[in-house]
């Protein structure tokens, strides 16, 4: 193990920014690519996945301790991730990894694996989607109107609701900040009822404020629908059942497009799996990567 896989936290710099990064954990390296984009990465410390595997979980560009775009809020594509984590594969001395994408972070994975197979030994694509635009919109309506109908009665939905409906008029990282706090407990499939086990996540999660948008302003919207069939490397899809923000219907997306793929529902999880049932997305990923290549 090289300096810069030792536990602890590190920077690599690319093109003049920062990339902070952490480590965590002993065995074959995963690099895991946290979501948003802008939310702190400490939400998907996985403790049962680092007893197999040391993970590498970065602080994205823009994010965090990660240095900023000078376009910033603008111009965080995922070509420009990709380069920030191949910048990060050639830094740790890696050839490939297995890359572990969580939300946004799976958008990123399936980039790497589309433009940079060689650098990846397989993938897991974790509550992720293969489209972002009005398709995923609509979805995401639909699944709001089903968590409402199951959170019938209880007093935090208003809130909830109205959290989501401020999405589309974030401008500060206040806002960022604000608005993931109030929608946080629709990401779980039964927040209510285990408040005191995800409670306190909801007063700790954090992030900035990060466009969407290419440096020229121009909304990055993609569809890699037409495209999946030419992922050649080894995909694991893992989701919630009751995850809303990118749902069964994803995953199963992802995996028939995707050859060879495997698929892994989380029956009693939303957006956090590895909060909700550890073990069995632990087991998931291990299980996964126990044929790949290192």
Request: aromatic residues 8%; negative net charge.
């Amino acid at each position: 193990m090289t300096e810069h896989l030792a536990p602890g936290t590190h920077t690599v710099e690319l093109d003049g920014l920062v990339q902070r990064y952490h480590v965590h954990g002993s065995g074959p390296v995963c690099v895991a690519h946290s979501g948003g984009p802008g939310i702190d990465w400490e939400y998907l410390r996985m403790p049962l996945v680092e007893e197999q595997f040391t993970v590498v979980y970065p602080e994205p560009i823009g994010t965090g301790g990660s240095s900023r775009l000078a376009t910033h809020p603008d111009g965080y594509t995922r070509d420009r991730y990709v380069r920030a984590v191949l910048a990060l594969l050639d830094h740790l001395g890696l050839a490939k990894t297995l890359f572990l994408g969580h939300s946004h972070g799976g958008f990123v994975a399936q980039r790497l694996a589309l433009t940079h197979p060689e650098r990846v030994s397989g993938i897991v694509l974790y509550d992720s989607a293969p489209v972002v635009g009005a398709e995923h919109g609509e979805e995401l309506m639909r699944q709001l109107e089903e968590y409402a109908a199951r959170s019938e009665g209880d007093s935090g939905l208003p809130d909830v609701l109205a959290a989501f409906q401020s999405l589309g008029s974030l401008s500060s990282d206040e806002d960022v900040t604000k608005a993931v706090r109030g929608i946080l407990p629709a990401y779980f499939a039964d927040f209510r009822g285990r408040f005191a086990d995800f409670g306190a996540l909801q007063g700790q999660v954090s992030g900035v404020y990060i466009s969407g948008r290419d440096a020229d302003g121009t909304p990055e919207l993609f569809d890699d629908r037409p495209v999946l069939n030419t992922i050649g490397v080894p995909a694991l899809v893992v989701v919630g059942r009751y995850d809303v923000i990118c749902g069964v219907r994803w995953g199963r997306e992802l995996h028939d497009g995707i050859p060879g793929s495997r698929l892994v529902v989380l029956e009693h999880s939303g957006h956090f799996g590895h909060l909700e049932e550890p073990g069995l997305f632990a087991d998931a990923v291990v299980g996964f990567a126990k044929g790949l290549d290192h």
